[in-house]
């Protein structure tokens, strides 16, 4: 090294490289061993991951002698509790997509990528695998050296249990999806006989396999590479979103303590990569917020039981805004308009949702009238129009339909003699005819209302109504 | 190169290029690796097992490419799924072919079934003349109102189609004077308005044009003691619905002059159904489900 400055050009390379020692992009070359350490985070995201069970154990759930929710695909029917779903309902879908949606958008940018962190199946499963994997294989540097060691009795005997019990969670998922679109027992009874369908199989094959090599191998790669939500999720929050976030103002300069110092002449972080240490996605939060964070903040525990042991305050990793961070005035959350603008899109897809699911009808009315011809003149000179009625039944039983019509007047019916019979579930098509004279008509259209009603088992009289037009001559 | 690299164990190649330009060795990841070689497997596979190579033509077989392992055809497959469609139809054909069309309108499900599957033969033979939906075009009869010439019973349905029908009525411009036409048309058309007099009346009368549209003018020579009625397919002039557009007093004046169907007759007008049972154009199953439709179009009797 000669002790000339350096030029521009090379200082700026320097600077560049320097940067670059910090991004590294994690590719899966190595697998990442986090370690594992009891805190308050840790305790939490083990509470949120139990709203899983519900995936698991939801379709046990019974309702008036059927599964409680069931997504019954070849039927196309949906039984959420008391309420039957058919596809004509559907629109209620896509404000549940709405709703969930925003509820993602409001949540990340109030406070990161908590659905990342503590509740996604990602993040969830690939817990209980290296969980799994530490109970057998035992600590990080243990994992790492087995993972390096030659192949023993023992090393064979600790990873083909290790890979048995992951296909057996990942055999566990499927069989728990397939339960909400197959009745549960009813797959129990099946299932293992070879009596289930060709589908059910193969559902249950490809989520085997997708959670085994999901959570089992590529675990953090998923979220880097793979989910689109990871970098969705990363542009939805902003200057004020509360995220695991490293005090640099209090911890640096970073520097080790020396054994027997007694004075501070360095920031509060010692760099005991703790906080490293414990990243399921490998990361240093050190560097700042950054895509492979998926807001865990598992490092939050390790750097408060560092601070703990050696004296300091605790939060040099905290929960923080970046506004925080830089001194800047932080607004209260209710003061952001975007957190408004969220919330009143939330009330408007949830509101959507109840209406549609308090006002479906037992039966629903569709009217065609028939286009060719509109209107045929009969030999007596009166009006006649031909409709298909379509009536979608949606009750557990078939139904027996009169059909009256009112309009001009005075108005002959024709073909509605015989109650239809409206199977449950379908849509049963009725043809009918309606006559008027043609002196009754006053107009080229006329408002027309058709009405079907009927009797349930139980006595409960059930009804529906539906306006179409009496097309006539033009005067 | 290696021995001269000026960027030693840097995990670069050692092609260096101005200075510091180099090519360093950073391999894609294995799962990437993996995932690349498990696809060209998967197409190597695919090819031995499905149609994918280009060959000679084999005019033995009748294909130009490789037939696959598994001998999977996208045409074996439209036929498979095609006999299925046919099995779930068979069953209600089966009754169909069982049944009179009478019988066929007693039974709601089969009903619907006819109705769609006869929508197809309407669409097919029929709607070209009368319409799509039966409403009739300039020259040829609705289907859906209730004035049929021949009858609107399932049977006389049946009959039309099956044998056809050609309508025959004389030209009259060299039997009648051009006024004693002009009053006929004029009686016909007060007629259709319920305002006809009796001086018409006579005169239709007496040129003996109720030898065919019947003494009442109805198109009806007599009705038998069962309900159904004698007719040679002469329009009813009672009602206000008019065989040949646009109707009324010209439309009348035209026809009488000209006549239908009069071979050697320049401008007669052409009424003529074709036989598509007896031309064997449709079978009798088809002929059926059409008699089923046609009937329920809205004028059925």
Known sequence: MNDRPLSRRDQAVEDLYAEAGHWEVNTGGETIHAKRIPGRWRTIKWWSATVWLIFFFGPYLRWEGRQAVLFDIPNRQYHIFGATVLPQDFWMLSLLLLFFAILLAVTTALAGRVWCGFFCFQTVWTDVFTWIEEKLEGQPPARRKLDKAPWTFRKLRIKLIKHFLWLLIGFATGFAFVSWFVDAPTLWATFFTGEAAIPVYVTVALFTAGTYGLAGWLREQTCFWLCPYARIQGVMMDRTTLVPTYDFRRGEPRGRIKKGQKTQNTGDCIDCKQCVAVCPTGIDIRHGQQEGCITCALCIDACDAVMEKIGRPKGLIRYASLDELEGKPVKPMLLRPRVWVYLLILIAALSGIVYGLTSLDPIQLKILHERAPLFVTLSDGSIQNKYTLKILNKLNEDLSLRISASGPEPLELIGADQPVQAQHGFVSPAIVFVKVPREALHGERTPILFRVEGTRSDGQPVSTQRESVFFGPRY | ?301
């Open chain 2, 1 to 301: 190169m290696a021995e001269n690299n000026p960027f030693p164990g840097e995990n670069n190649t050692g092609h260096v290029w101005d200075d510091n330009l180099r090519e360093l060795n950073n391999p894609p990841p294995r799962w990437w690796m993996i995932a690349f070689w498990a696809s060209i497997i998967w197409w190597i596979v695919y090819g031995l097992l499905y149609p994918m190579w280009p060959m000679p033509y084999q005019p033995a077989e009748g294909k130009g490419y490789t037939q696959g392992f598994l001998g999977w055809s996208q045409m074996k497959e439209y036929e498979e799924s095609l006999a299925q469609l046919e099995a779930v139809r068979a069953q209600y054909e089966e009754r169909i072919r069982n049944l009179t069309p009478a019988e066929i309108l007693q039974d709601p499900g089969l009903k619907q079934y006819t109705l769609a599957s006869a929508k197809v033969l309407f669409g097919d033979n029929c709607s070209a003349c009368h319409g799509s939906g039966g409403q009739g075009n300039p020259g040829f009869p609705v289907l859906a109102d209730d004035d049929w010439l021949y009858g609107g019973t399932l049977a006389k349905i049946q009959e039309s189609i099956t044998n056809g029908r050609k309508g025959v009525m004389p030209a009259h411009k060299s039997t009648l004077s051009p006024e004693e036409i002009d009053r006929l048309a004029r009686f016909v058309t007060n007629l259709s308005q319920g305002k006809a007099t009796e001086a018409g009346w006579a005169l239709f009368r007496a040129k003996g044009c109720i030898a065919c549209h019947g003494p009442k003018a109805d198109g009806v020579l007599s009705r038998l003691p069962n309900g159904d009625i004698i007719t040679v397919g002469a329009a009813n002039l009672t009602d206000g619905i008019w065989r040949f557009e646009p109707g009324g007093y010209e439309s009348a004046k035209y026809t009488i002059t000209y006549g239908v169907n009069q071979p050697g007759v320049e401008g007669t007008r052409n009424a003529v159904m074709p036989a598509f049972g007896k031309t064997g154009k449709l079978d009798e199953q088809s002929i059926k489900k059409l008699v089923v439709y046609v009937h329920e179009l809205g004028g059925g009797q």
